[in-house]
């Protein structure tokens, strides 16, 4: 694939194929540098989720042909950034002698920096979308507007219920007028993906969360699943 996309000059494929490899490695750099050793569970995952965001995502469209394929693939980040902050906070504990921190701290401590990982990621499709032309913020057509711009007063909500058609004009580099038509409805330009994908961040990070406090609240005897999402430090 890397090789006919470099054949093709397809040079975003090659960036994000270069890319991919690189966070291929990612688990063993990690592993050889902080001598520790990743769980195989959560190592798989890992590579899976990158694979199937990139090579799958990207480069297939199964962003476009799997409509939930972006919806999973966030509340997946999610869960995943909720154990990586699990694991950094949990080692952290268990290497400490002048203060223990609570199951409950640890939990909230891990959905904060699920979200914040999840929020910063939203920057990243943002700040894509912006300044290289992409169209990470996926965009969806609905049919009824508020705002207040269309008012004639200050602060004046006006509501647009059952839009029919948006038509849009605009110029090309060489002057020429293109008009573009869209049809049953109005285009929302990625503020709809956006919350979605928080919101399903949040459902994630909340889940990872909750059996994260329990395991440690039970002194592992439960929930032993969270082992495979704790790395341990090599001897």
């Known amino acids: 694939m890397l090789g006919n996309s470099i054949y093709m000059q397809e040079w975003s494929h090659v960036a994000l194929l270069v890319l991919t490899l690189i966070l291929f490695m990612l688990p063993y750099l990690i592993e050889t540098y902080l001598h520790i050793n990743i769980p195989s569970l959560l190592e798989l995952i890992v590579i899976s989720f990158i694979f199937s965001s990139t090579v799958l995502g990207e480069l297939n469209d199964f962003y476009g042909h799997i409509p939930v394929w972006d919806t999973a693939l966030h509340a997946l980040s999610g869960f995943l950034a909720a154990g990586v902050g699990f694991s950094l906070i949990y080692l952290l504990n268990e290497n400490i002698t002048i203060l223990k921190l609570t199951p409950l701290f640890i939990a909230v401590t891990t959905f904060c920096f699920s979200m914040t990982v999840g929020v910063a990621w939203e920057f990243v499709e943002f700040s894509a979308d912006r300044w290289l032309n992409m169209d990470m913020q996926k965009d969806r057509i609905v049919r009824q507007i508020n ?89």
């Open 147 to 235: 705002s207040v711009d269309l008012g004639q007063r200050n602060n004046k909500v006006v509501q647009l219920k059952d839009i029919q058609r948006t038509t849009i004009e605009s110029e090309t580099a060489d002057g020429k007028k293109v008009t573009t038509v869209i049809h049953n409805g109005y285009l929302d330009v990625g503020v709809i993906d956006t919350m979605k994908d928080l919101f399903v961040n949040f459902i994630g990070a909340l889940f990872f969360s909750i059996f994260g406090y329990l395991y440690i609240d039970h002194e592992h005897k439960r929930f032993q699943f969270i082992r495979n999402f704790i790395p341990t430090k090599r001897k």
